[in-house]
């Protein structure tokens, strides 16, 4: 049964486009949206395969204009980047941002978008619902440009969210900002822009999907809304993960259904797996997705020991998976657990922190980290500095 809640927001504002051969209608949809002078945030793999080219010609197509191309977007991009991004922008004299690529391009174009047009740093852009408002504050939020996403993972979700995550390299630490005009105006998803994604990238970023569907799901701040989605992305990553992981290139219907679950799943509504690989990032650059496929069974299994209440959810998620769900909760969601370890493994993603770089010492600092991560509050069981190690431990 689900009860009916004292308080929960849903917004979601961004135009989505899905289908096949939408590249070269950037720029007759971007117009749309009121831009006039693009300018393209990718990084230099995207470029290298020439999408970035096709997207271009969209655009002119559509009768826009290509103000300039930002390429030196990492892997893991930090406020540095996004004031070089920025910069570039404003000297390219653009009035409109299009990213193209995964989610560390899009919070990049994100970030560069509020700092071109607020100005400030882009640590200054820190926080919840902290952008300029109208009214000293108070009113409607202050747009900032046009934004449109097209990604080329199917992860992140960040096309359609109003969040953004960036490393701050003095203090080690990820910046989480989020506000109602981050939202990107348009996203278009493509499966010809995750057509040359590598086996790899492609297995962790859809654990990524996973784990934002799962999260949000048990979530303190889980809503009937998102619930829909978290359920419809969870089947459709159960039909399309593995297929668009093992076949790639010749499986567009898998790809492009992967796009499609990695958007409904996306969620400000986390918890302690994010609160744990947000710090696995910042310190030892596990990538996200990779961090999020280690973490999450070890998270299912000690939030299910929170209570009844949340060992119910992940049976829910069990059904769908037709795992074997009769029997004490907690049973439930061990065995889910117990799936998802063998999923990440199938996958050929590393399945310990010790295989992704982390070695034991580096505990103490990781428990300092998903201590002080946002998502830690959101998560359903409370835990404390002692549990973080020893799911650190437990995930080593
Ligand atoms: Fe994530």
């Known amino acids: 049964m689900t009860p009916f809640k004292d308080f929960y927001q849903y917004a979601e504002s961004t135009r989505v486009i899905a289908g096949r051969d939408l590249l070269g209608s950037a720029g007759f949809e971007f117009q749309k949206e009121g831009a006039r002078r693009v300018f393209v945030v990718t990084d230099e793999v995207i470029r290298g395969t020439g999408l970035v080219e096709r997207v271009e010609a969209g655009v002119t197509d559509g009768g826009l204009e290509v103000a300039g191309v ?5 892997q893991d991009s930090s406020t540095e980047v996004v004031e070089r991004c920025a910069a570039a922008a404003k000297e390219a004299g653009a009035d409109s941002f299009l990213a193209v690529g995964g989610g560390s391009v899009m919070d990049t174009a994100k970030v560069a978008d509020a700092v071109f047009t607020h100005g400030g740093g882009a640590a ?7 952008m300029p408002r109208e009214d000293d504050g108070m009113g409607r939020p202050l747009d900032i440009a046009p934004l449109a996403c097209i990604p080329t993972t199917a992860g992140t979700g960040s096309e359609v969210s109003m969040a953004a995550v960036i490393k701050d390299p003095e203090r080690k630490v990820k910046l989480e900002i989020a506000d109602f005009p981050l939202f990107p105006r348009l996203a278009i998803l493509d499966p010809e822009s995750t057509r040359t994604l590598p086996a790899s990238v492609a297995a962790a970023t859809g654990m990524d999907a996973m784990t934002h569907a799962i999260e949000g799901y048990v979530s303190t701040e889980w809503s009937p809304h998102q619930d829909a989605r978290s359920l419809q992305a969870l089947r459709m990553i159960r039909d399309n993960l593995e297929r668009a992981v093992q076949r790639g290139e010749e499986d567009e219907e898998a790809r492009g259904n992967m796009l499609i679950a990695a958007n409904l799943a996306i969620t400000l509504a986390l918890g302690s797996v994010h609160a744990m690989s947000h710090p696995a990032g910042a310190q030892f650059s596990v990538p996200h997705g990779v961090a999020n496929a280690i973490h999450l069974p070890h998270v299912i299994r000690f939030n299910a ?3 009844d209440t949340i060992a119910e959810r992940y049976r829910d998620i069990g059904e769908l998976f037709a795992l074997e769900t009769g029997g004490a909760p907690t049973d439930a969601a061990d065995a889910l657990a117990g799936y998802i370890t063998a999923l990440v493994d199938r996958l050929g993603l590393p399945t310990r ?14 428990v300092e980290g998903a201590m002080g991560d946002g998502t830690t509050l959101l998560n359903p069981r409370e835990a404390s500095e002692e549990d973080y190690a020893e799911l650190y431990r437990s995930a080593l």
């Open 70 to 74: 930002f390429d030196g977007v990492p």
């Open 124 to 130: 200054e852009q820190e926080g919840f619902f902290l």
């Open 353 to 366: 922190l010790s295989q992704a770089g982390v070695p034991e010492s580096g505990i103490a600092a990781l």
């Open 305 to 307: 020991r929170g209570g």
